[in-house]
């Protein structure tokens, strides 16, 4: 399934979180939300395994692949190996300011050279048929985030992308540490409104800070689209009433119990193939937040998942703990 564009909702690319098996149980709850790899660099794509980097399931879809860099040629050749695993997109990060990835030469401290972010969207449109989307931030350091922000839309676009991310905040590569650049510079939700507002013909949408979909909702009247980060993996089963509120489907959502029965043969499959059940179920760990037998069901897991030989049946003990009418409830 292909995504279309406007796009409504989606959940952030997030490091260690949005793995293969994160993706599998964000499907379960909503079908056409929008799906992110984690940041991959230009260097992990081309040389190193592309299975375990690469390889996601057919029901993932609509599934981005997110990329790292900042020469052409890798990230051209990189964008034409996402396209033939199969992805959607390939979205460029010109947002994320780890010392790392600042090392690199990519990331948020390309927000101060946008000729070059430029040049890095040119090469990848011309080496693949699928859409090539930016995620940014509004700017770093002592840049002034509407000047910063407006030039570096206006000459990107020129280079022909018209799908914009923007995380409403300064990034401050120098005095702050990534965590705390996720919440001390102030969201700046009015100058993503007036972005859209000024380039009317473009596809923006809004990340940061949103932590449900009735949040959404309000900055959908201004924008094209939000990307919901943390809140989508701690609160998972927000994600569950997307499809009927933003993509006009007309069933409605699974209750929590019918989630975890639907993961069940995807656990048994990945366990015969080697993988450790608490690399699925860490995933999982939130989504009877807030109702009766959550802490059990966590407990249960996080005891239990790593002993020899555990498989589904230990995803299904914990679920037992869980009274059934608790997971009824609509998310909030």
Known sequence: MKPSYPMPLCVAPMMDWTDRHCRFFHR????HTLLYTEMLTTGAVIHGDRERLLGFTPAEHPVALQLGGSEP???AEAARIGQEWGYDEINLNVGCPSDRVQSGRFGACLMAEPELVARLVGAMREAVRIPVTVKSRLAIDELEEWPTIEHFVRRVSAAGCTRFIVHARKAWLQGLSPKENRDIPPLRYELVYRLKAE??????SLNGGVKSLDAAAGHLRH????????????NPYLLAEADQR?????EPPRDRHAVVEAMLPYIEDCRRRGAPVNAITRHMLGLFQGLPGARAWRRYLSENVHKPGAGPEVVSAALAMVPRGASAEAAA
């Open 28 to 31: 379960q709850l909503s079908r």
């Open 73 to 75: 040629a890798q990230l």
């Open 199 to 204: 380039f009317p013909h473009l596809d923006i």
């Open 223 to 234: 924008v094209d689209g939000v990307m919901i980060g943390r809140a989508a993996y701690e």
């Open 246 to 250: 933003f993509f006009g489907a007309a």
